[in-house]
């Protein structure tokens, strides 16, 4: 009887969600790219619903302590996280104890967007293609120094990502931040970086930086000259950020089938897209079982990457 009356409960739930404010947790600082999309998705919701959707940044551990809180918040669709590459994908790699599991504690809900990477060189670097400079790295190891946002971070990960695929060995440089490394690469401290198009675009356009290679299937509408690293002769290769919801598991799958319906008619709305443009993101409705598909299969991409390249946290 009792579980008659729970199960009615979650029905009553599903049937008329969201009935309060929803709260969407930022694992990160206010600011960055995921803090933006969560709040675009959310301000979308909100017109669609009636109901307002709260963002909650609880920065700290890459992302472990606000995705920790998710995967232990009651399943009832009201307290969302949006992942992305490291807390979803990277973390189970770069920390031995790391507090969830994402396969098993979340229930994916919309991949929202993805975020394609640029390999530049310095002006300096005598390579005009990524083949000339695999060239270089081969002929030279060690003499290439890379620079990203710090260990563990996308653009670390990327390019240790590249130097398993090429069999290169470049030095990497972390540091507290994209920007600064930007500052140095611009400077000639730095030879490369592998990171996401936003830092990049205008020092590409301004002839600072010179593209050599992106990192998604696709050449970019922003870059059409440059070609994608399967292009440039690893075929398969793609390393893009990604990012997207996951609810904690157990949310009923009407829940689960609502959020994404909406989310993805948001990803199509003018306004988003437009925000999406500037983050440099591509969008990327999906069903949810797309989106649990890709978290799986990032998990076992990266894991022999920060083996190889060492990877540890700070």
Known sequence: MIFGAAGTAWSQGADGYPLRPIRIVVPFTPGGSTDVLARAIGQELTKAWGQ??????????????????????PPDGYTLLMGHIGTLAVNPSLYPRLPYNPVKDFAPVAWVAR?????????????RTLQELVALAKAKP???NYGSGGNGSAANLATEYLKLQTGTSMVHIPYRGTAP????LLGGQLQLMFTGLPALVGPIKAGQLRALAVSSPQRLDALPDVPT?????????????????????GTPPAIVARLNAQ???????????????????IATPQPPEVFGK???????????????????VQ
């Open 52 to 73: 307002a959707v709260v963002i909650d940044n609880l920065p700290g551990a890459g992302g472990s302590i606000g995705a920790d809180k998710v995967a232990k918040a």
């Open 294 to 312: 890709l978290i799986a299969s990032e998990i076992a991409r990266w894991k022999p990457v920060i083996g190889s390249g060492r990877v540890k």
């Open 142 to 144: 060690g003499s290439l």
């Open 229 to 249: 690293v399967a292009e440039s002769g690893y075929k398969g290769f793609e390393a893009d950020q990604w990012y997207g919801v996951v609810a904690p598991a």
């Open 263 to 281: 989310i993805n008619q948001a990803l199509s709305a003018p306004e988003l897209k437009q925000r999406l443009a500037a983050e440099g993101a």
């Open 115 to 127: 975020v394609p990477n640029v390999l530049v060189v310095h002006p300096s670097v005598p390579a």
């Open 181 to 184: 490394a930007v500052t140095d």
